[in-house]
């Protein structure tokens, strides 16, 4: 226990304030010399520079401050020009707040209590609204009048912001349509949301301790161990596809989503589970797998309709026969173009695999393919198919996979926009090319399928070493044109 020591100061007292108030010219204002004052404010202020909670002293009619080193810390850039100087001076920006509370006291001797009270105060990080739990009590003299407040607070405005997040993200969980629910690690459910109750069909007091092992079907419970040991080492699990069971016993689709969830000290204390419901998005992705299967068997019997007429017309010598058979390759080509929409998303398709596609027929050692992962059309998907068909086709009649050793390059590469690209298709190692007397339907069909459905420009070059054919076109034929 300290023991108050009369005096010019408070020696007993250790700590920056008791320094600066013993220090202070109190003879300058209207409470005199610290040898003058009467013994309710010594009294006051000893227990204040004693004490480890913050505490302010609001003496007399102007409020003259007296505070502790517990409370400097809460006025921010206030101190120490606070020290000594009428409240009004240092507490401008909340007096109309604050001087009727410290009225109050002064005037009537009750003591004003508030929890969480909220204060509009500037100090020296910009205006802000702070909290406090506050105690304000009279300090009365030797008659028995009120002489001052002393004020006790402990600022809560971290615990303020953190209880209104909590309660804004408790409103948040209550009212999603997602499932949220939490475990701790032994994978017991801690937590259930109305969202959960919705998907899965039981209520929040039929599952609260029980194990989340009771939604897995029955060859997925391997999963849930899985992700526990995944939230056990601090991971995020990000959103994954799986099924889950209800309480009628039926199985939803879902979007699954788990993290770890952090006790005080920072460590792992269970796991939070996102869930929502995806069986529309299923249900789509299986209609547009019939659609599309039904779609690539109607194209393949189209195909399939025109090979047939084409052989019954041209079967009469072997020029018609020979037309019969480009024509059939040419078909096939198309068709596997097809192939690679209705695989992929119908409106555009990876260049490479496109190209790989066309290429099917011959051995993969012949090409050398270069480029970036690049995205094209529709359109240019079967311009490019055909236009790949042609060229491969001339090739390993006159060209370089005409002979062992031949080699095609391929390469290609976008613009900095990603709005346009150029390729090239050059040979080598295949005989000497001679410049043709005139051009081929072949070199009509790459040009008017490249340049036009393409929106681009193609040049041919018979080239001695070997043919090379160069396109500069649009990413996007259909929207260029269309």
Same mark, same amino acid.
Request: hydrophobic content about 40%; overall charge negative.
């Given at each position: ?8 100061? @408070? ?12 220090? @202070?010219?109190? *003879? ?33 009619? #102007? ?34 707040? &604050? ?7 002064? +005037? ?28 304000? *009590?009279?300090?009365?003299?030797? +008659? ?13 405005? !971290? ?95 879902? *979007? ?26 299923? #249900? ?14 109607? $194209? ?30 040419? &078909? ?5 173009? #097809? ?24 051995? /993969?050692?012949?090409?050398?393919? !270069? ?16 236009? @790949? ?11 370089? =996979?005409?002979?062992?050793?031949? =080699?095609? *390059?391929?390469?290609? #590469? ?12 050059? !040979? !080598?190692?295949? /005989? ?13 069909? $790459? ?12 040049? &041919? ?22």
């Amino acid at each position: 226990m300290r023991i108050f020591v009369s005096g010019p100061g @408070f020696v007993r007292h250790n700590g920056e304030l008791a320094r600066l108030i013993g220090s @202070f010219d109190w *003879s300058r204002t209207r409470v005199g010399p610290i040898s003058r004052w009467p013994p309710c404010l010594r009294s006051a202020v000893d227990v204040m520079l004693g004490a480890n909670i913050q505490i302010v002293i609001f003496w007399g009619p #102007q409020f003259l401050a007296l505070y502790n080193d517990a409370y400097a810390p809460t006025i921010g850039t206030k101190h120490p020009h606070a020290l000594g100087r009428p409240a009004r001076e240092h507490w401008a920006e909340l007096w109309t707040d &604050l001087e009727p509370l410290l009225k109050r006291v002064l +005037e009537t001797g009750e003591t004003v209590s508030a929890k969480d009270r909220p204060f509009y105060i500037e100090r020296g990080r910009g205006p802000e609204t702070v909290y406090f739990d506050i105690s304000y *009590s009279p300090v009365h003299d030797e +008659e028995g009048a009120v002489a001052g407040v002393f004020c006790i607070v402990n600022e809560t405005t !971290e615990v303020k912001r953190a209880q209104d997040l909590e309660r804004r993200l408790a409103a948040i969980i209550a009212s999603t349509d997602d499932a949220i629910l939490s475990t701790d690690l032994d994978m017991t459910i801690t937590s259930w949301n109305r969202g959960a109750e919705r998907l899965y069909g039981y209520r929040a007091d039929e599952m609260i301790g029980r194990s989340v092992l009771a939604l897995n079907p029955e060859d997925r419970s391997d999963e849930e161990y899985e992700l526990f040991r995944r939230v056990g080492l601090g991971e995020h699990v990000p959103p994954y596809e799986t099924a889950r069971r209800r309480s009628d016993g039926t199985l939803v689709d879902v *979007s699954l989503t788990v993290s770890p969830i952090y006790g005080g000290a920072g460590e792992i204390v269970g796991a939070s589970k996102i869930a929502r419901d995806i069986t529309a998005k299923k #249900q789509f992705e299986r209609f547009q797998a019939m659609a599309m299967g039904e779609l690539k068997h109607r $194209i393949k019997n189209v195909l399939s309709t025109v090979t047939a007429i084409a052989r019954q017309t041209f079967t009469n010598g072997d020029e018609e026969r020979a037309a019969t058979r480009i024509f059939d390759e040419r &078909l096939a080509s198309l068709a596997r173009a #097809q192939d690679v929409l209705t695989t992929g998303s119908w409106e555009e398709a990876d260049l490479r695999t496109v190209i790989d596609t066309a290429l099917l027929p011959y051995s /993969p050692d012949r090409f050398r393919i !270069e480029g970036p992962a690049m995205s094209v059309g529709a359109h240019a998907v079967t311009a490019l198919t055909l236009a @790949f068909h042609e060229l491969a086709t001339n090739a390993a009649k006159y060209g370089a =996979l005409s002979r062992d050793g031949g =080699l095609v *390059s391929i390469h290609w #590469q976008a613009s900095r926009d990603l709005a346009r690209f150029k390729l090239r298709w050059s !040979e !080598e190692g295949g /005989p000497e090319v001679v410049i043709p007397t005139r051009r081929g339907f072949g070199s009509k069909l $790459i040009e008017r399928l490249l340049a036009s459905e393409l929106k681009g420009e193609v040049r &041919l070059e018979f080239a001695p070493s070997g043919l090379i054919c160069e396109v500069d076109a649009s990413l996007r034929a259909e929207a260029a044109g269309r």
